[in-house]
């Protein structure tokens, strides 16, 4: 009888979609290999596990937590920060926890917008203008529900993080690799990376894992890729005028959009080196601007017909911008 008491693992759910945990099962029976070599502890979306379960840990007592999606709210802080205590190693898992994703385009508008929004439009029958409440007292007790925070934040910025694995979602296929990895550590055959690493992708860009031909061809107009008939299968998509964001974007998925015939949107995030993604990308897109003056050169760039969405539409939250000016007025006081 085997004595010894298997590492702990969880996973948690913060400001994302899910496809994260489903990037997870879809390792198919690699996900036996964690269930065989890990006890699972928490992991709310498979499991029965309560916040006051974990509270009762030791400090460090779970060796891996990965945890995908940003921090949008006060619970996620608190979880972050309660799993940080517990856990020898955290994991930024996926691209909403390494750098705000898609719900990071909410710092686009300050918190009163949303909920305004949300909650008095066309769409929505709210005729007393009822909005949501942080606490309500009913007969059974006080109900608490969590507080928007005034901008959504990559895990990094709550509490240290070991390591990062971007991706919306990562790739299952990397996903496993790094699965494998973490099992020969626990048995003694292999060391992990040196902390704050990049994991389970590549060092270089989308464009060095892509076929497609590039015969440095310039362009005197961006488009979208439905305007574009016929797309070349074979050259860069970039120098047909369609914004791809694959010289900016980090490696790891094999190409997978631009070899599909559709443009990277740079789901995995800021390559090696790459201080702010959107000011990359729009150099990347500058270099193929068939223009000799500052007004021609804007009239191409207006042919984006969504900027932000194009350059920041993953990487809002973990860019420089962080947000608009008027998000940062109110989060400023």
């Given at each position: 009888?085997?004595?010894?008491?298997?590492?702990?693992?969880?996973?948690?759910?913060?400001?994302?979609?899910?496809?994260?945990?489903?990037?997870?099962?879809?390792?198919?029976?690699?996900?036996?290999?964690?269930?065989?070599?890990?006890?699972?502890?928490?992991?709310?979306?498979?499991?029965?596990?309560?916040?006051?379960?974990?509270?009762?840990?030791?400090?460090?007592?779970?060796?891996?937590?990965?945890?995908?999606?940003?921090?949008?709210?006060?619970?996620?802080?608190?979880?972050?920060?309660?799993?940080?205590?517990?856990?020898?190693?955290?994991?930024?898992?996926?691209?909403?926890?390494?750098?705000?994703?898609?719900?990071?385009?909410?710092?686009?508008?300050?918190?009163?917008?949303?909920?305004?929004?949300a909650f008095n439009t066309i769409t929505t029958d709210n005729p007393n203008?009822?909005?949501?409440?942080?606490?309500?007292?009913?007969?059974?007790?006080?109900?608490?529900?969590?507080?928007?925070?005034?901008?959504?934040?990559?895990?990094?910025?709550?509490?240290?993080?070991?390591?990062?694995?971007?991706?919306?979602?990562?790739?299952?296929?990397?996903?496993?690799?790094?699965?494998?990895?973490?099992?020969?550590?626990?048995?003694?055959?292999?060391?992990?990376?040196?902390?704050?690493?990049?994991?389970?992708?590549?060092?270089?860009?989308?464009?060095?894992?892509?076929?497609?031909?590039?015969?440095?061809?310039?362009?005197?107009?961006?488009?979208?890729?439905?305007?574009?008939?016929?797309?070349?299968?074979?050259?860069c998509l970039l120098e047909q005028g369609i914004p791809c964001?694959?010289?900016?974007?980090?490696?790891?998925?094999?190409?997978?959009?631009?070899?599909?015939?559709?443009?990277?949107?740079?789901?995995?995030?800021?390559?090696?080196?790459?201080?702010?993604?959107?000011?990359?990308?729009?150099?990347?897109?500058?270099?193929?601007?068939?223009?000799?003056?500052?007004?021609?050169?804007?009239?191409?760039?207006?042919?984006?017909?969504?900027?932000?969405?194009?350059?920041?539409?993953?990487?809002?939250?973990?860019?420089?911008?962080?947000?608009?000016?008027?998000?940062?007025?109110?989060?400023?006081?």
């Amino acid at each position: 009888m085997n004595t010894n008491p298997k590492p702990k693992f969880a996973m948690y759910w913060a400001a994302s979609c899910g496809g994260c945990e489903i990037a997870v099962l879809n390792t198919h029976e690699k996900i036996l290999d964690v269930d065989a070599n890990f006890e699972v502890v928490f992991w709310p979306v498979a499991m029965d596990a309560k916040y006051h379960d974990v509270e009762a840990m030791e400090d460090g007592s779970i060796l891996l937590t990965l945890f995908n999606g940003g921090i949008r709210n006060d619970e996620n802080e608190h979880i972050a920060k309660l799993l940080r205590q517990k856990s020898k190693i955290l994991v930024a898992f996926g691209s909403c926890a390494c750098e705000g994703c898609i719900p990071g385009l909410a710092n686009l508008s300050p918190v009163g917008d949303i909920v305004r929004t949300a909650f008095n439009t066309i769409t929505t029958d709210n005729p007393n203008a009822i909005y949501p409440r942080t606490s309500y007292d009913v007969p059974e007790g006080e109900l608490h529900i969590p507080t928007l925070s005034r901008m959504v934040r990559p895990l990094e910025e709550v509490v240290d993080v070991d390591y990062f694995m971007p991706g919306c979602p990562p790739e299952s296929h990397q996903i496993a690799a790094v699965i494998d990895l973490v099992i020969k550590v626990v048995k003694g055959e292999a060391e992990l990376p040196p902390k704050g690493s990049v994991i389970g992708c590549g060092d270089s860009t989308v464009c060095d894992e892509c076929p497609r031909a590039r015969n440095v061809k310039f362009i005197k107009e961006f488009k979208r890729i439905q305007d574009v008939a016929p797309v070349d299968p074979t050259l860069c998509l970039l120098e047909q005028g369609i914004p791809c964001n694959g010289p900016a974007t980090r490696s790891g998925c094999n190409a997978r959009c631009p070899q599909a015939g559709t443009q990277c949107i740079g789901c995995y995030g800021p390559a090696d080196g790459v201080m702010d993604y959107g000011a990359r990308l729009i150099t990347a897109f500058s270099s193929v601007i068939d223009a000799n003056t500052p007004e021609e050169i804007e009239h191409i760039l207006d042919g984006i017909p969504d900027p932000t969405g194009q350059v920041y539409r993953f990487n809002l939250a973990g860019s420089l911008l962080k947000a608009n000016r008027e998000v940062w007025k109110v989060e400023n006081g």
